[in-house]
């Protein structure tokens, strides 16, 4: 199963970008052992609408179109449901064992997105009940990301 990103704002050069691309480069090498692998990660500018309501609808049209038509969307939303590393790792491999060919994980700006997509996601979940700017969530689900791959194949980095 291809795993995609999709976040509304763009990470610029820093040690915020080298530490997410540090993690998916380590799930982009571990995954494919599991059956996962990591397939494009779409930044899109935030919107300059004058509303909250216009961003997030025109933000969720980006998405659109960085979504292939039959993906398994998986929104990361602070109301979204809280699940640990080993909950999400079965998700991912239920999924993937479900013939799931593509999943987008998508990562809204900072009105959060758009009510549409909350109706089309498959799941919604949050990285705790703190809101998080959106360079560290990128951070957080790479990690996460090559978390679920260690998980998944019995290699000791997840520790309880």
């Given amino acids: 199963m291809r795993i995609g990103l999709f976040a509304v704002g763009r990470l610029k050069a820093g040690p915020e970008k080298d530490l997410a691309a540090r993690y998916l480069d380590r799930f982009a090498k571990s995954g494919p052992a599991v059956g996962l692998e990591l397939g494009k990660v779409a930044e899109v500018v935030e919107s ?17 179109k960085a979504v292939p038509s039959d993906a398994v969307l998986l929104l990361l939303d602070e109301r979204g449901k809280a699940v640990g590393s080993e909950d999400f790792a ?4 239920r999924w993937r064992d479900a013939g799931k060919r593509d999943l987008m994980i998508a ?5 959060g997105l758009d009510p549409a997509l909350h109706e089309r996601a498959d799941s919604v979940l949050c990285l705790g ?8 969530v990128r951070i957080l689900i790479a990690e996460q ?4 791959v260690t998980i998944l ?4 980095y997840h520790r309880v």
């Fill in 48 to 64: 300059r609408a004058s509303n909250p309501e216009t961003r997030k609808r025109e933000e969720a049209a980006l998405l659109d």
């Fill in 90 to 93: 079965e998700l991912l491999g």
């Fill in 107 to 111: 990562i809204g700006g900072a009105d």
């Fill in 129 to 136: 009940k703190m809101t998080w700017p959106h360079q560290l």
């Fill in 145 to 148: 990301l090559y978390r679920a």
């Fill in 153 to 156: 194949s019995g290699h000791p």
